[in-house]
């Protein structure tokens, strides 16, 4: 079956850079997602990468993919106090189904 | 990129009774798709609707807990019935974003049973 997991807790300066890491089993996967999710709001898609690419950089953010290991991460550079927040990777299992990690909650501090 | 109105954004039920989430979206899509967040927790895919046929629920999920209306292509609703304290979640429906690539959630509806 599939399962996703991540780190619960990241903590980080102002300034500093975040790594946030996910784990997969299911290497069918099509696309890898992160969102983000700020308190009592909704989810927030950042970034996504197709299983085929194991780099992409968007503005502050680089995901990386290590596809034979099932590894994924996200970089977050020059991290600022609105980017607290629970992070969540997602895996799309081809069946246009998100199979959702457990979230990291990252907290910037100034 | 889709745009999703979701209502109610919160609400407080008494146990026993039902509650009608409503998403609408601002472009015609063919999928929806129902989540739930339960407190703390990750989300879990409820179920997905395609208009014109019943909704297909993922393990665990249940019509009768759970049922769904998926009357035109952008607009559906989730009931959830007969609350329990255990309902109290975060719900949220999403759709595929062919626009913006990736999936857009709707802002949730907090319901919290008492």
């Known amino acids: 079956g599939e399962d996703v997991e991540q780190s619960l807790f990241l903590s980080v300066r102002e300034g500093d850079s975040s790594v946030i890491n996910c784990t997969y089993t299911d290497s069918s996967s099509t696309y890898l997602y992160w969102y983000k999710q700020e308190p009592g709001a909704g989810l927030q898609l950042l970034t996504y990468?197709?299983?085929?690419?194991d780099m992409k950089q968007d503005q502050r953010l680089t995901v990386l993919l290590n596809k034979k290991d099932k590894h994924l991460s996200l970089r977050i550079a020059d991290t600022q106090t609105g980017d607290s927040a629970i992070y969540f990777c997602a895996e799309d299992t081809g069946f246009q189904k998100l199979v959702f990690g457990t979230g990291t909650r990252l907290l910037v501090s100034p | 990129s889709a745009v999703i109105s979701q209502k109610p954004s919160r609400d407080i039920c008494q146990r026993g009774t039902s509650l009608t989430i409503q998403c609408q979206v601002d472009?015609?899509?063919?999928?929806m798709f129902w989540y739930r967040q339960q407190p703390g927790q990750s989300l879990t895919l409820i179920a997905t609707a395609n208009q014109g046929s019943e909704a297909t629920y993922e393990s665990g999920f249940v019509i009768d807990k759970f049922p769904i209306s998926r009357p035109n292509l952008t607009f559906s609703t989730l009931t959830v019935s007969n609350m329990s304290p255990e309902d109290s979640s975060i719900y949220l429906c999403?759709?595929?974003?062919?626009?913006?690539?990736?999936?857009?959630f709707g802002s949730g509806t907090r319901l919290t049973v008492v």
């Open positions: 990468i197709f299983s085929n690419m």
């Open positions: 472009s015609q899509v063919t999928m």
């Open positions: 999403s759709v595929e974003d062919g626009t913006a690539g990736g999936y857009t």
